[in-house]
């Protein structure tokens, strides 16, 4: 069974940017889609970005034209380039592979905080 690492996180001022990745352990396996999710303590998880298929991108209203989501050629490793951020961004940031089956796995989570 792989297991996903997430990296990137960190704390940054309003307007700064953040590039997270997450890779599974196992680089011979692909997944057929590939997610970020966001929870903020007492909140529920809530997607922000995904990648499905053969490219089909969808964004969370809140943070379109702020944010990409992109993969890798083997499909085994997401990123989340994070651009302009605001102090609402700050949360847990989860990364959720599904491959058929379905199969999910999920990272560990990463802390991204944005403050002045």
């Known amino acids: 069974q792989a297991q996903l690492a997430e990296s990137g996180g960190g704390l940054v001022q309003p307007g700064e940017s953040l590039r997270l990745s997450c890779a599974a352990s196992?680089?011979?396996?692909?997944?057929?889609?590939m997610a970020w999710y966001r929870q903020v303590p007492g909140r529920q998880r809530e997607l922000v970005a995904s990648i499905v298929g053969g490219g089909i991108i969808n964004y969370a209203d809140d943070v379109q034209d702020r944010f990409t989501i992109s993969r890798n050629k083997a499909f085994n490793t997401v990123y989340l380039q994070m651009n302009n951020l605001k102090v609402e961004d700050t949360a847990i940031y989860y990364c959720?592979?599904?491959?058929?089956?379905?199969?999910?796995?999920w990272g560990q989570g990463i802390q991204v905080t944005v403050s002045q």
């Open positions: 196992r680089s011979t396996i692909s997944f057929a889609a």
């Open positions: 959720k592979f599904v491959r058929p089956g379905p199969i999910e796995l």
